[in-house]
């Protein structure tokens, strides 16, 4: 019986090899030398992982294709040298059941050279890296250009010297909302609006004067519906395919030199720049301005210059207007107007504003923000109309504080401009930003009503002794405390929790073990100094001196261990705390004019920080100055003397629990804070995002 894969062989770029079950090589198409490294007929009963290094690893899969368990294999861009002109030979390698009667368990591997297609895939990818440079070194191939013209995400307009366009792409197309049957012809002077179009008509004289050149520079192309999009351009002569011949008029147009650009739609981060430009400068003038007289003029002329509109207006109730009631026609009136100087048409100064327009009055009732495209007319009292005066877009944005209704901001344009919620948003806060400034005399006096409430919040950030201290003498504090016992302690594991569990949950269990933490502070009298992160500093025999700081402290310390103890039983959670004591002299006190802060300097506080970060998660480490203060009551272990950076050598010790005493005969029930106490809403958190781990 004749083997059907005999006729393989007869299709270009494809090779086959039949083995047996003991992967022998019992037949092969005839030009399998440049894949196995020998001729046909020599590579007959030869081992084929000895041929094909490839195989290796793959014989489990093999035998699944023999048993009828896997149909076949693919191996993609197997390479093989030829030496004749030191190049590369590429084969995709394909695995099936051999159905010929004459070798059970045998299979057959067809082999296809796709070196061409391969070279074609880097002939493109080298080919999409380079266009933005150079477009002429592309292949002249119809079929690479229009591969190149479908993938490109760039708008692409090729015209001859004179501007025609040629070709496009079909982002061009979508940019400017055009068939390519309306563009093609069109100059491509014609789509611009701004002065850098004479830049293209000028193109030939460039290329003549300077032959082939690269130009960058930013256009604003208008499309068919009156859409303006901002590109950025990069443009390039293209000479054409010499390799065509002169003589074949067919390629007459080809080898004539063209024009290339190269535009990426810039319009978004444009328009989002003019939006923070504007924002930027409502910031800066609420913030220098003395009133809001003062500030108006330069608000509306920064809104205007910012977001490049040619308008922009304030309107404000007349008196006894300013509530906003719905369905109630409040008349307003135009405090203040800013008009771009570039204007032609000047007949927007002459115009009377004592009447708003039925838009302005619309938004003033609703109490919304209102885009309107298209505008045809101004309604009465504006003296002139839309069309006359070459307005076509307008925005209404109301300026509100709370629920009080303070005026309108409009905004006025000659272009036509689609509606962006982006801008409305701006406009949007901009106007809660002015709003806010325009009620400061309103704050201020509520703030002094708020002064009581403040001195609270003072005593709950600074002792009361550094308070009453500060408000009697607003200067810099600075006291010296001979030996005082400072604790630094670290969420171990935190780091990892904060990528598992959003912002928001992370502040809030952050909160939940610093406000247990906070309530042995108090417990034990001591001063809580300061958090940085998920890190907590205490300390112990300030501001008021006490004998037994080192021991209160070793009592909080013990706690807090406690606390996470009791929150990984409750979550399932492995979080764990280490923890640094050091007792010495300090200065402690309020520097500064602004957020006071009741701090500590000294070496002192350099070293607890030290012997926390050396410590162990799950270890309370002291040192030896704390050790010699604590050791009649507590238990401790000597981890002996290792070198602190900054410190050299020094001999600490780990606080392991309490002394046992006579009085004492079970632990205190009451001591875990009651903020942990029946409180599970952190522990369900912490279970649902790390699913019991």
Known sequence: ????????????????????????????????????????????????????????????????????????????????????????????????????????????????????????EQTLVQASNELALNVAKLSASEAQIEQILRSMPDSLFVTNLSGEILRVNQ??????????????????????????????????????????????????LEGKHEKLSIVSFTCSVFSGNEDQGEDSSSFAEEVQPKLIYIGRDITKSYLAQRRLMAHNTVTQVLSQAQGFVDALPKLLQGLGEGLDWDICEFWQPLSNASSVQPNVSNELRCVDIWINPALANEDWINISFRYSCNWIRESWVKQTSIWLSDLEEIPSGRGANAAELGIK??????????????????????QSLAEDKELLQMMNTASNQIGQFFQRKLAEEALKLEQRKTERLLLNILPASIANQLKDTPTTIA??????????????????????????????????????????????????????????????????????????????????????????????????????????????????????????????????????????????QVSQQTYELVKRRFILTQRGSMEVKGKGYMTTYFLLGRRPRKQQTQANPKRLPPILQGNMEIADLIRQKLGQQ
């Not at 055009?178 to 008509?201: A, H, P, Q, R």
């Open 171 to 220: 982002v061009s197309l979508d940019l400017l909302d055009y068939e390519e049957s309306e563009m093609i012809g069109l100059s491509f002077s014609e789509l611009m609006t701004d002065k850098n179009s004479e830049l293209v008509d000028n193109q030939r004289f460039l290329f003549e004067e300077a032959g082939e050149i690269i130009r960058q520079f930013e256009l604003t």
């Open 1 to 120: 019986m004749s083997r059907p894969l005999l006729q393989l062989s007869l299709l270009p770029h494809l090779e086959y090899i039949a083995i047996d079950a003991r992967s022998r090589v019992v037949e092969t198409s005839s030009n399998v030398q440049t894949i196995v490294g020998m001729a046909a007929e020599s590579a007959i009963d030869q081992d084929i992982f000895e041929l094909l290094p490839e195989l290796f690893g793959l014989e489990v899969l093999m035998d699944q294709i023999r048993d009828g368990g896997e149909s076949y294999f693919e191996l993609k861009a197997i390479t093989r040298l030829i030496e004749a002109n030191s190049s590369l030979d590429y084969w995709d390698l394909y695995i099936i059941q051999d159905n010929y009667p004459h070798n059970p368990q045998g299979l057959v591997l067809l082999l296809e050279n796709v070196t061409d297609r391969m070279s074609l």
């Open 393 to 414: 877009t307008g925005v209404f944005c109301p300026l509100t504080f709370g629920e009080e209704g303070l005026g309108i901001i409009s905004l006025f344009s000659k």
């Open 479 to 620: 006291e010296h405390y001979e030996t005082v016992t400072i604790l630094f302690a670290d969420i171990v594991g935190f780091t990892k929790l904060s990528t598992q569990i959003s912002a928001t949950e992370l502040v809030k269990l952050l909160n939940y073990i610093f406000s247990a933490f906070d309530q042995l502070t108090e417990r034990y009298e001591l001063e809580k100094i300061k958090t940085i992160g998920d890190a907590y500093m205490v300390a112990g025999g300030l501001p008021i001196t006490r004998l037994d700081h080192a021991e209160a402290i070793a009592e909080m310390a013990l706690d807090m261990q406690q606390v996470i103890t009791e929150l990984n039983r409750q979550a399932g959670s492995s979080l764990d705390i280490r923890i640094g004591i050091h007792s010495g002299p300090v200065v402690a006190g309020v520097i500064g004019l602004k957020k006071f802060v009741y701090d500590l300097w000294g070496d002192t506080v350099n070293t607890a920080s030290r012997m926390e970060s050396y410590s162990l998660p799950g270890k309370i």
